[in-house]
């Protein structure tokens, strides 16, 4: 039997760095995977939005940690996350998915401003929708604006596309005998400096109930796999 999607809408977070490969920037090889993957996933028949980081080419942390100041890096995180939802819309339109990109910061000329009702209405037209810009505030990371957004458009879930398979009990990349763990509610997360996402994003989804599945991108066909519900990664609830 074809294999169907588990939910209806759902915001899948995917990291900046993870476009890059192993250099800096955008590699054309992988966000054309990715485009493949996402379309496998909406083939299965779920509304998809999606929320991208800016690390691949700029990290407003970092740079505030070396002296600049933090709202001004924050907002150039942010255009970095716009780069990369302009070059995920190309890819994910090359291969025939239709796509809206909306901005939490104006910028009329590039994509749609962020508009709710109207996100909403390309989601449900079938549309893949992708949020660019956080929030729109410095102080708050791309993990907690795919929380935010997630909430807005009424996903059932949030699916932080990592590349590591799910939340282990230690790093498996030191220990050899790390165990992952399939569930694991908000609390455990915040008190373990578990590094899901940071405790705003964790805490914006235990107070409005939002299960968060962390699962490895890396490997082809993870995100249909994930969506259709397949027991991969982890999940928090
Ligand atoms: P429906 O008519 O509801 O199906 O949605 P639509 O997105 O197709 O209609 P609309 O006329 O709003 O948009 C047509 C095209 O213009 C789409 O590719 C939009 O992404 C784009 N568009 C709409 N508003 C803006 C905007 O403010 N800025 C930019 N740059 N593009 C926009």
Do not use: W
């Amino acid at each position: 039997m074809a294999k169907k999607a588990k939910y209806k809408r759902v915001l899948l977070k995917m990291s900046g760095e993870a476009l890059a490969g192993e250099g800096y920037g955008i590699s054309n090889e992988i966000i054309t995977q990715i485009a493949k993957d996402v379309a496998e996933a909406v083939d299965l028949g779920v509304e998809l939005g999606v929320v991208i980081g800016g690390g691949n080419i700029f990290r407003g942390v970092a740079a505030a940690a070396n002296g600049m100041d933090r709202a001004s890096s924050d907002y150039m995180g942010m255009l970095a996350t716009c780069i990369n939802s302009l070059a995920i819309q190309d890819a994910f339109e090359k291969i025939g998915l239709e796509t809206r990109v909306q901005t939490a910061i104006e910028m009329a000329e590039i994509a749609e401003p962020y508009i709710r009702r109207k996100a909403i209405r390309h989601l449900e037209k079938g549309r893949v929708v992708i949020f660019g810009a956080g929030t729109g505030n410095p102080y708050f990371t791309t993990d907690t604006a795919a929380a935010l957004r997630a909430m807005e458009i009424n996903a059932e879930v949030i699916m932080k596309a990592t590349k590591v398979d799910g939340i282990f009990d230690k790093d498996p990349a030191l220990h050899k005998d790390a165990k992952k763990f399939e569930e694991i509610n908000y609390i455990q997360v915040l008190n373990g400096g578990l590094k899901v996402m940071d405790s705003t994003a964790i805490s914006l989804c235990m107070d409005n109930r939002l299960p968060i599945l962390t699962f490895n991108m890396t490997v082809p066909g993870n995100i249909a796999r994930a969506i259709s519900g397949d027991p991969i990664g982890t999940i928090v609830k």
